[in-house]
RNA sequence: CGGGAUGUAGCGCAGCUUGGUAGCGCACUUCGUUCGGGACGAAGGGGCCGCAGGUUCGAAUCCUGUCAUCCCGACCA
């Protein structure tokens, strides 16, 4: 290709709307533009980038054995009336596009397709001997976020692999799940990324055993907590930890562990309260309302007691109450704290805040519109605690010396608290979890019978009875992980691509057209390497040598050769876009030593 | 949805406080000089100043409303 045929347009100056440095190349470098919010053109640079990576993703799924196939992406609401999650993915903060068609019918745009590949299963396949079965996608998902972000890392519409496995039992499936984590390994690898592997929240998709791939890097929108021995690694939103122990309250029990009043005037928060009164945090067991909404109206009041030092990790305590009351009252829409302001609204009379206790009564939820009762959740940290410190649910007053069984409350320990870098390991204490960022490029879950038994799903077993399949599902963010490769592959001039992905992998730059020497033999070399089968790129613009060495740094092609002062001479100059050195050669030896680096370039970091 | 900011040429911005002919840099077109790290000179083209009302002799500028976009939180590949 020639760059004078290929609709560059670079900018000079960082467009306003782009934040992190990959949004900004890419936009500086003319591979996407945007279209409206989390809606981009991928202009045919960003396409080629596209392919690559799809490229890669299909060779590695078709060597594990899954079939590529195309799945609708206008969906019926019956479909995910279904699977119980219409209300979910539309009411609310849902994220599905939805409309009505001219015949009033209702339809979603597919941002996942766990509906409709389950009931294309429960029509194919009816036996046993069929499985297990993994098919594939990559398509354009469409998903109204609540705040678009980053250019393509979180866009509105992007480009997504997504798989779905099936299987007669679990061990198949945990099987299937084990050829995906390799598969992805790979497929990260020959993209050239550095990418980890964590223990993962399964979220909205629901199931079981789930690990998310994040390409680290800075901008990463999620926090990783790792073991310096690479033993473990989480998101923090599924992170478990020591929490350190708790210091032990002097005075023992008063009254019998009912507590004994203590003043605590203007002490609202747990420092005050601590700085008043010589207490530890750890000593003080802290309680947070919170209102839970659900698909069937229910709203539920929440209680949650936590040990004064900690926080409240909130998809821990999301999960927690889905799995208490979401056979009950369906999909969990929301959590949000209660607030005066919200308690005044369902129509409740003010609490006392910051002084509140776990004893606090169901009673003041008497006519609020809400359940009667709370759901009474506590960490185990602040179960745990013996005797401690708690508000009196009055103005200006704690407890001191108070226990559970004194304020004649029964506890089960929840794991609730979000862990903290610095905090001790679970798999060996003398280990410290560190922090680091990552953007999840992928996404692997044992999802079970789920979807398959709301949909009723099922096959013929070897002893003839009827069972739901086992599933898996299996996501790569196609376009967030090209983007993600800029983000970990840039530097102060441009996109550094890796080779295995990048649009072409040579490009080739007469330093002056109008030199006869110098573009005669820029074009023979650049008709050598497409003969060689290199993918090779030819700056044939009459502009001056140094826009065209910017633009191409911009651009973020792994090589360049630079036709220059020595083509009279036959010699050429060779640059590694990722390096800093670059070295002069004859241009007839340029093929015999690129070919053999290009070839291996190819494989991205994969080893061997 | 809550909190903050911004809408002026394709991109980046000034002008607005104190109303009076719409500007700068980059990009684009033409000519000349230059030619290995975003050249220089000359000449040009391009604007419903987000939109709608209002105040005024006169509004990019003041007032009201509205829409859009971006940033901080909840969502996710």
């Not at 347009?9 to 949004?23: F, G, M, Q």
């Not at 009931?119 to 594939?136: E, G, M, T």
């Amino acid at each position: 290709m020639r760059v004078s045929r290929l609709m560059l347009v670079t900018l000079r100056d960082d467009p306003a709307e782009a934040e992190i440095p990959s949004h900004k190349l890419l936009l500086r470098a003319g591979y996407i533009r945007r279209l409206a919010p989390g809606i981009f053109a991928y202009l045919p640079l960003m396409w080629r980038v596209l392919r690559k990576v799809s490229r890669v993703v299909r060779e590695e799924m078709d060597a594990a054995g899954a079939l590529e196939t195309l799945l609708p992406q206008l969906q019926p609401a019956d479909l995910w009336r279904r699977s119980g999650r219409w209300a979910g993915y539309t009411a609310g903060e849902g994220i599905m596009f939805h409309l009505h068609d001219r015949q009033d019918r209702e339809l979603g745009l597919g941002p996942t397709h766990e509906e409709v590949v389950t009931s294309l299963a429960a029509d194919l396949l009816r036996s046993y001997r069929q499985l297990p079965v993994n098919l594939y996608q990559i398509q354009t998902k469409f998903r109204d976020e609540i705040r678009p972000r980053f250019g393509l890392m979180r866009g509105r519409e992007f480009i997504m692999k997504d798989a779905y496995s099936f299987h007669a039992d679990e061990a198949c499936l945990a099987q299937t799940y084990a050829v995906m984590d390799r598969a992805y390994r790979r497929i990260f690898a020959r993209c050239g990324l550095r990418a980890v592997a964590v223990e993962a929240d399964s979220g909205a998709i629901g199931g079981s055993a789930s690990q998310e791939f994040m390409v680290t890097a800075d901008a990463g929108e999620d926090l990783i907590l790792a073991s310096p021995d690479g033993h473990y690694a989480a998101n923090q939103e599924r992170a478990q930890s020591l929490a350190e122990p708790a210091v032990p309250l002097a005075g023992g029990l008063r009254a019998g562990g009912a507590g004994e009043p203590l003043a605590t005037p203007g002490q609202a928060t747990i420092e005050q309260l601590c700085a008043g009164h010589g207490l530890q945090a750890s000593q003080v067991v802290k309680v947070l309302l919170l209102l839970a909404r659900f698909e069937d109206g229910h709203d539920q009041p929440l209680l949650v007691a936590l040990r004064g030092d900690q926080q409240l990790n909130e998809v821990k305590l999301a999960n927690a109450v889905s799995g208490r009351l979401g056979a009950k009252h369906g999909a969990l829409l929301e959590v949000a704290a209660l607030t005066p302001d919200s308690l005044k609204r369902a129509g409740l009379d003010p609490l006392p805040f910051g002084f509140l206790g776990p004893q606090l009564g169901d009673d003041l939820l008497a006519g609020g519109g809400v359940a009667p009762s709370f759901l009474r959740l506590a960490d185990h940290t602040a179960a745990e605690l013996e005797i401690f410190v708690c508000g009196a649910n009055q103005p200006d007053r704690h407890l001191l010396g108070a226990s559970w069984s004194g304020l004649g409350l029964s506890v089960e320990g929840v794991d609730l608290r979000a862990a903290q870098p610095g905090e001790r390991c679970v798999h060996d204490p003398r280990q410290r979890l560190e922090a680091s960022r990552g953007i999840e490029v992928g996404h692997i879950f044992q999802l079970g019978r789920k979807y398959s038994t709301a949909m009723d799903a099922c096959f013929t077993t070897e002893a003839g009875s009827s069972e739901p399949f086992w599933m898996g599902c299996y996501g790569i963010g196609v376009s967030r992980l090209a983007q993600a490769a800029v983000e970990q592959h840039h530097d102060g001039n441009g996109i550094c691509w890796p080779l295995a992905i990048a649009p072409f992998e040579v490009l080739v730059v007469p330093a002056n057209v109008a030199d006869a020497a110098q573009a005669a033999l820029a074009g023979r070399l650049y008709d050598d390497l497409l003969q060689a089968g290199v993918e090779a790129l030819l700056d044939d613009r009459s502009e001056r040598a140094g826009v065209k060495f910017k633009d191409g740094d911009l651009l973020g092609i792994p090589w360049r050769v630079v036709v220059g002062r020595g083509a009279a001479e036959g010699r050429v100059e060779l640059v590694e876009r990722s390096g800093a050195g670059s070295h002069e050669l004859p241009a007839d030896d340029l093929l015999a030593h690129l070919l053999p680096r290009v070839e291996r370039q190819r494989r991205g970091l994969l080893d061997g």
